[in-house]
């Protein structure tokens, strides 16, 4: 199994602060988001390679942070990949750069965990790769305890074994407060699915979007996230992690 980390985003919505810094570099409660990331998944035994696809702009400052992050977690093996785009403007969007990263780096005959870099988590991951492998696909998802807050996100509805049923981005009348998360188990086979949906034409941004498309053709399970998820998407958001997060700091 592989894992790869979405970090080609340019998150203008934090300027001035992503200027200069991609923002899963970006410190919470002393170190940087990605980190958080890295530090709940590297309990999962199985991991051959963890991919971190970014940008041209960023591509050497993720290469630094590996470098240092890989003497702390030695069990972890990195490879930055740079999906050349140069701004806001030309990115390859979520998906796109999963396609990219998928055919550039053959990863099509292995199982694949993707995950967004600025995507903060509190507990291990361990249980949830250990769960996931076992379906074709699987969502994370999470309980954000208010249908106002979940209109920013997406919406799922499920059957008894919690395979879904309904999905549908940012939502005007949700009947839910679970929503899905940029946390995404994939089987080797539906991994092999990313160019057949790029082919056709569909939207290459919002991860969330690949699942909508899947649905209907592979059954993807839901696995709760129990612990503290936190989504940065602006500074006030970035403020308030903080101090959430700096209770979990060891």
Same mark, same amino acid.
């Given at each position: 199994?592989?894992?790869?980390? %979405?970090?080609?985003? &340019?998150?203008?919505?934090?300027?001035?602060?992503? %200027?200069?810094?991609?923002? *899963?570099?970006?410190?919470?409660?002393?170190?940087?988001?990605?980190e958080w990331v890295l530090d709940n998944l590297a309990p999962i035994p199985d991991i051959e390679t963890v991919f971190v696809v970014t940008n041209n702009?960023f591509a050497a400052d993720f290469q630094t942070w590996a470098d240092g992050y890989v003497k702390r977690q030695p069990k972890l093996s990195f490879k930055?990949? $740079?999906?050349? @785009?140069? @701004?806001?403007?030309?990115?390859?969007?979520? #998906?796109?750069?999963? $396609?990219?990263?998928?055919?550039? !780096?053959?990863?099509?005959?292995?199982?694949? /965990?993707?995950?967004?870099?600025?995507?903060?988590? @509190?507990?291990?991951?361990?249980?949830?790769?250990?769960?996931?492998?076992?379906?074709?696909?699987?969502? +994370?998802?999470?309980?954000?305890?208010?249908? !106002?807050?979940?209109?920013?996100? $997406?919406?799922?509805?499920?059957?008894?074994?919690?395979? /879904?049923?309904?999905?549908?981005?940012?939502?005007?009348?949700?009947?839910?407060?679970?929503?899905? #998360?940029? %946390? &995404?188990? &994939?089987?080797?086979?539906?991994?092999?699915?990313?160019?057949?949906?790029?082919? +056709?034409?569909? $939207? *290459?941004?919002?991860?969330?979007?690949? /699942?909508?498309?899947? &649905? *209907?053709?592979?059954?993807?399970?839901?696995?709760?996230?129990?612990?503290?998820?936190?989504?940065?998407?602006?500074?006030?958001?970035?403020?308030?992690?903080?101090?959430?997060?700096?209770?979990?700091?060891?």
């Amino acid at each position: 199994m592989n894992v790869l980390i %979405l970090a080609a985003g &340019y998150a203008t919505r934090l300027y001035p602060l992503t %200027l200069t810094k991609a923002k *899963p570099l970006l410190e919470v409660a002393g170190k940087p988001m990605i980190e958080w990331v890295l530090d709940n998944l590297a309990p999962i035994p199985d991991i051959e390679t963890v991919f971190v696809v970014t940008n041209n702009k960023f591509a050497a400052d993720f290469q630094t942070w590996a470098d240092g992050y890989v003497k702390r977690q030695p069990k972890l093996s990195f490879k930055i990949v $740079n999906d050349g @785009s140069m @701004s806001d403007t030309d990115k390859l969007g979520a #998906i796109g750069d999963i $396609n990219f990263v998928v055919g550039k !780096e053959g990863l099509a005959n292995a199982d694949l /965990i993707v995950v967004a870099g600025d995507n903060l988590f @509190s507990e291990s991951l361990e249980g949830f790769a250990e769960f996931a492998k076992k379906h074709p696909a699987t969502l +994370a998802t999470y309980d954000v305890g208010d249908l !106002e807050a979940i209109k920013k996100y $997406n919406s799922i509805s499920v059957d008894p074994v919690g395979k /879904i049923v309904h999905f549908e981005e940012k939502p005007a009348k949700p009947s839910s407060t679970v929503t899905g #998360i940029a %946390l &995404y188990y &994939y089987s080797a086979k539906t991994v092999a699915m990313f160019p057949e949906y790029i082919a +056709a034409g569909n $939207n *290459p941004d919002q991860p969330g979007r690949f /699942i909508q498309w899947l &649905y *209907p053709r592979l059954p993807v399970q839901t696995y709760l996230i129990k612990g503290t998820w936190f989504d940065i998407g602006s500074k006030e958001t970035l403020e308030e992690a903080g101090p959430i997060f700096q209770k979990f700091v060891k």
